[in-house]
C-alpha cells in the first residue's frame, strides 16, 4: 500500500473513532474542520436536526482578499471569522471536531484563533 492510501486509511479510522463521541446540539454545535491542499474550511454543525449554523472558508468574498491559500495565517484568520459570525448568532460554546486530521498546524491554529475569539471548547 502506498503511503498516500495508507495515510488516508489512517484519516478515516481516526474520522470514525471521533465520529461516534462526538455529537453537537443547537445551544453547543459541532465546529467542524476540513482542509484541502488549495482551502480551509470551519462550519459549525447541529447535529440533532443536520444543519449548519455558521461556516467561514477561505473562498469567502469578504476574506478571500486577506487569505492566500491553505497557510497557518488563513487558518488563524478563519477561526477568527468563524467564532465572529457565532457569536454574532449567540453561540459561545462549541464541540471541536478536527474531522480525523492530527491537531497540529493549521487545525490547532485554527483552534487557537477561535478559542482566542471568544469560542468556548
Known sequence: MSAKKNRAAERRRRKLRIKYKIRGTKERP????????????????????????????????????????????????????????????????VVFDRNGYIYHGKVKALADSARAAGLEF
Open 30 to 93: 459541532r465546529l467542524c474542520v476540513y482542509k484541502s491542499l488549495k482551502h480551509i474550511y470551519a462550519q459549525l454543525i447541529d447535529d440533532e436536526t443536520g444543519t449548519t449554523l455558521v461556516s467561514a472558508s477561505t473562498l469567502d468574498l469578504d476574506l478571500r482578499e486577506k487569505v492566500k491559500g491553505a497557510n497557518l495565517e488563513s487558518a488563524k484568520i478563519i477561526g477568527e471569522a468563524i467564532a465572529k459570525k457565532a457569536i454574532d448568532k449567540g453561540i459561545t460554546k
